[in-house]
């Protein structure tokens, strides 16, 4: 069948008309389902966050819940007092009297002990892998010190046992007290080479790969015009580190280490395994000791009697109050830090 041009000029027409009728409805669906994917993206991310801050809350709550009992017997004495005697026995001397004072001393000693070694060590091998060695060689040993972050705690607690132990009691703790036993920290060396100084050594290995990590970050972020401008003007290497790369993050050096600190006081069981379960504050170093960590992870399962538990959620609440001051004086830290680089820049 033959079309007059009229009729097929208007049979065009009317198709392109439905095109862009259709094209328009076709839009219109598709940027209602835009919106809808956009405030449904929002919604689960708002409740996401949302369920993080609820779960934060409800931990504080169950803690110090639990804890309550414990703080009105107690009070804040319960901070310093040493004795712990879970004996329900009325013949006992001190029967179902609780304080934390002991692994209290534990949990700041160990993690001292255990920033005090992965620090300097974390410093030097952030150092090292950004500025000094190869790339290729970055490449292979960087991962592995990484790798240290994803051993099991259990499998470096063995380690502490059956590697470590025999180690410090034959050579180290001997070599420290021939030299240093003139202090207290250095007394005799222990029968078994568990105890707090093992603890403490155990603990910088877990806390090494966390500073040694942000340390290279931070060292790679130095402009490479302040280093270079540092060597133009005759700096050594090593005055360059010292005066441009060290001085330009200490502030991220510091939340380093307390991140470090905050993985530190938290961990149990490692320590439990190489402690050696003290009962009492003595000054040397290789004496059993415990901590806060410890002690819950060793008795919570077997208490015996509801002040016994309570006394554990007091000492969560505790080892609670230490994390989050150590997450927070991080973060203040770290922005502080930010806020310097961006001025800088």
Same mark, same amino acid.
């Given at each position: 069948?033959?079309?007059?041009? %009229?009729?097929a000029?208007?049979?065009?027409?009317?198709? &392109?008309?439905? *095109?862009?009728?259709?094209g328009?409805?076709?839009?219109?669906?598709?940027?209602?389902?835009?919106?809808?994917?956009?405030?449904?993206?929002?919604?689960?991310?708002?409740?996401?966050?949302?369920?993080?801050?609820?779960?934060i809350?409800?931990v504080?709550?169950r803690v110090?819940?639990?804890?309550m009992?414990?703080?009105?017997?107690?009070?804040?004495?319960?901070?310093?007092?040493?004795?712990?005697?879970?004996?329900?026995?009325?013949?006992v001397r001190?029967?179902?009297v609780f304080?934390?004072g002991?692994l209290?001393?534990?949990t700041?000693?160990t993690?001292?002990i255990?920033?005090?070694i992965?620090?300097?060590?974390g410093?030097?091998?952030?150092?090292?892998?950004?500025?000094?060695?190869?790339?290729?060689?970055?490449?292979?040993?960087g991962p *592995?010190v990484?790798?240290?972050?994803?051993?099991?705690?259990?499998?470096?607690g063995?380690?502490?046992?059956?590697?470590? !132990?025999p180690?410090?009691?034959?050579?180290?703790?001997p070599?420290?007290?021939s030299a240093l036993g003139?202090?207290?920290?250095?007394?005799?060396p222990?029968?078994?080479?568990l105890?707090?100084?093992?603890?403490?050594v155990?603990?910088?290995i877990?806390v090494?790969p966390?500073?040694? #990590?942000?340390?290279?970050d931070?060292? *790679?972020?130095?402009p490479?015009?302040?280093?270079?401008?540092?060597? #133009?003007l005759?700096?050594?290497?090593?005055?360059?580190?010292r005066?441009?790369?060290?001085h330009s993050?200490?502030?991220g050096?510091?939340? #380093?280490? =307390?991140?470090?600190?905050?993985?530190?006081?938290?961990?149990?069981?490692?320590?439990?395994q190489t402690?050696?379960?003290?009962?009492a504050i003595?000054?040397?170093?290789?004496?059993?000791g415990d901590t806060?960590?410890s002690?819950? %992870? &060793?008795?919570f399962?077997g208490a015996v009697?509801?002040?016994?538990?309570?006394?554990l959620?007091?000492?969560a609440l505790i080892?609670l109050?230490?994390e989050?001051?150590?997450?927070?004086g !991080?973060?203040? =830290?770290?922005?502080r830090y930010?806020?310097?680089?961006?001025a800088?820049?």
């Amino acid at each position: 069948m033959l079309l007059c041009p %009229a009729m097929a000029h208007a049979e065009t027409t009317a198709t &392109e008309a439905d *095109l862009r009728q259709i094209g328009r409805s076709g839009g219109g669906l598709r940027r209602m389902a835009d919106r809808f994917g956009d405030r449904a993206l929002l919604g689960l991310t708002a409740l996401a966050s949302l369920a993080a801050v609820a779960l934060i809350a409800l931990v504080i709550d169950r803690v110090v819940a639990g804890s309550m009992p414990s703080i009105s017997k107690f009070g804040l004495g319960f901070l310093w007092h040493t004795t712990w005697n879970p004996s329900l026995s009325s013949g006992v001397r001190d029967s179902n009297v609780f304080g934390a004072g002991v692994l209290v001393y534990g949990t700041l000693v160990t993690s001292a002990i255990a920033l005090l070694i992965a620090v300097p060590l974390g410093i030097a091998i952030g150092v090292y892998l950004s500025m000094l060695s190869s790339g290729r060689l970055a490449a292979v040993i960087g991962p *592995l010190v990484e790798l240290l972050a994803s051993v099991p705690s259990v499998i470096i607690g063995l380690w502490g046992i059956v590697v470590l !132990a025999p180690f410090l009691h034959s050579t180290i703790e001997p070599a420290l007290h021939s030299a240093l036993g003139w202090t207290a920290i250095f007394g005799e060396p222990g029968t078994t080479g568990l105890g707090i100084f093992n603890a403490g050594v155990v603990l910088s290995i877990m806390v090494l790969p966390i500073i040694a #990590a942000i340390t290279r970050d931070l060292f *790679l972020n130095v402009p490479r015009e302040l280093k270079e401008g540092a060597l #133009a003007l005759g700096a050594t290497r090593w005055e360059m580190i010292r005066t441009v790369v060290l001085h330009s993050t200490r502030s991220g050096i510091i939340a #380093a280490t =307390i991140l470090g600190l905050a993985r530190a006081l938290g961990e149990a069981i490692a320590v439990t395994q190489t402690i050696g379960a003290g009962t009492a504050i003595k000054a040397s170093l290789f004496a059993n000791g415990d901590t806060l960590g410890s002690r819950i %992870a &060793e008795q919570f399962i077997g208490a015996v009697s509801k002040l016994q538990v309570s006394s554990l959620f007091y000492c969560a609440l505790i080892l609670l109050v230490m994390e989050l001051m150590a997450n927070i004086g !991080a973060q203040l =830290i770290a922005g502080r830090y930010a806020r310097l680089q961006g001025a800088v820049r």
